[in-house]
Structures are given as structure tokens and as C-alpha cells.
């Protein structure tokens, strides 16, 4: 179901009955609401059956209402700006705690990545890793995060990690001008996609370059270039991108690959304890011997 839905829509209206003609005339005009209207709701703003919207959403190619939903979905995810997000959200959301629905959105999405994840390519990206000479990770904008992230621990267990970080293209490519076929590289990005990471992977690809991609799903432009594609459900929460899934996955990433090295990793942990204890990195906290007394 790659093609996208409003040029499905397109091709398909000349043939529509007139119920059929509303409800696509409404999804093209507002397809960032349509998105997450159920097919009762959308039946009863257009003035057509739930049972219309069903038979529409098949007469369009997919299985059913919330296959329609879902690439609905991605093409707002994909499409909308910062503030047309922000305008979703507030029809979304508004009429419910906004705290519960937003981590019980999290909770989903989570075990949506969970059941969906390529456990092969999961096990693959873990041994090639541990393999390479060196380790570049790559995230911009609000993937930056979660590169940071990895880069973090991938320190503990790796001494040749790189993270790119620049707003430069020129600095980019300078950055990655001694990647060769011996090195792993990490792409991390969730819509809006960064032009950079792609362009940045683009390159490292040609360079003969192993690629862990790190992204939300077989659409993304990253997935091309990828040795190993890690899918993580990142959907629109308001103007803020949901990135719990992705950072779920690196964490089983970080400590799948902590457990292949549990020895190497176990001695550096002991001489960074000395360390951090010498010079005072963490402060010392025993708490209140009668904690809870008034």
C-alpha cells in the first residue's frame, strides 16, 4: 500500500458514486483530520454511512477502514508543518486528559514495535557492530536526541565512536571522509526526515559502509541504504515527534550489545567507578536514616 492515498483518490474518482465522491472530496480537502476520525465519525460529517466509509476504503484498494486510517496517517505524519500538527492535536485532544491519552499512545506504540521489529535484523546489527573498526552515528534535528543517546553508551563499549554533528553539509562529508567498508554506521530519523541524515547516508553507503537504520518504516527515504532496517513506531503527538519506540529499541540495541562484551564491559565499568569516585563525578546521597519522621 505504498501509493499514496490522494493519488489513489485521484486515479479512482471518476468511477466514485456520489456518497463516494463526498467522503473523497472531505479526505482531500482535510485529510489532517480525516486521519483520526473513526469511519463513523467521518461518515457522519460527510452525510454518508459508516458502512459507506467501509466499503469506500476497499473500493480503494485496502483491506479496510483503518488500513485507509493508517496511510491517512503517514501522510500526515509526512506532509503537515509544526503548526498544522499543533491544529490536529487540539481537535484531537481536546476533549481528554491529555496526560493519560499522550503515554497510553506511547504504551501502544511500543508494543506495536515490539511485535512488528525484525528480530533478525535486530541480531545482525548487534554482531556487526561489535565487529566494526569504527562506529558513526548519525541523528539531526529531533533525532538528535536519541543519537546523543546511543552515542553516550556506545562509548562504554566501544573506544572508535563518532557522532556527526553539524548544521553543515560541507562538514558533513568532512566528518565522514575516512569511512570505509570496515565501519558500521548509524542513521536514525523519524518524519519530518532530515535531508541531511539521507544525503549522509547516501555517502557512507557508496564508501562500501555496513548501515543500521534506524527509523519508521519501509517508506522512509534512510530504508534504502540500510544493511539492517530497524522499524520503531514514532507517530505526531502535537508539534512534538514520539519517540519512546526508537528509544526502547536503542536501549535493547545498547544492552544487547553490553551483554555480547559482559567482561570487557564489566572491567571498564569497575575502573570508571574508581574513577568517578576519585574525582567526585556523582554526588554521594545515603538518605535520611529515619526517612519518613516528621
Known sequence: MGTDI??????????????????????TDHYDKAAFMTAYKLGTVVGVSESTVVRFAVRLGYEGYPDLQGALQDLVRNRLTAVQRLEVTTSKLSDQNILQAVMNDDVDKITTTLSS???????????DTIEARRIY????????????????????????????????????????????????????SFPRYSSSTVKALQFVKSRGARV??????????????????LFARSDMASFVDSLVAPMSLINALIIAIGMRKKDEVSATF????????????????EGSQEEGSV
Open 270 to 285: 569497575a575502573e570508571l567507578e574508581h574513577i568517578w569516585e576519585k574525582y567526585g563525578v556523582y554526588e554521594t546521597y
Open 137 to 188: 552515528i548519525i541523528g539531526m534535528r529531533s533525532s538528535a536526541g536519541l543519537a546523543q543517546f546511543l552515542k553516550f553508551y556506545f562509548q562504554y563499549l566501544f573506544e572508535n565512536v563518532h557522532l556527526i554533528v553539524t548544521n553543515s553539509t560541507n562538514e558533513l562529508y568532512e566528518q565522514l571522509l575516512h569511512v570505509s567498508r570496515e565501519d558500521m554506521i548509524y542513521g536514525i
Open 117 to 127: 521489529v525484525d528480530q533478525a535484523a535486530f541480531n545482525g546489527a548487534v554482531q
Open 6 to 27: 490522494l493519488a489513489r483518490l485521484r486515479t479512482a474518482q471518476g468511477d466514485f458514486s456520489r456518497g463516494q465522491k463526498a467522503i473523497a472530496a472531505y479526505i
Open 212 to 229: 543500521v537504520a534506524i527509523t519508521d518504516s519501509a517508506q522512509s527515504p534512510i530504508t534504502p541504504y540500510a544493511d539492517y532496517a
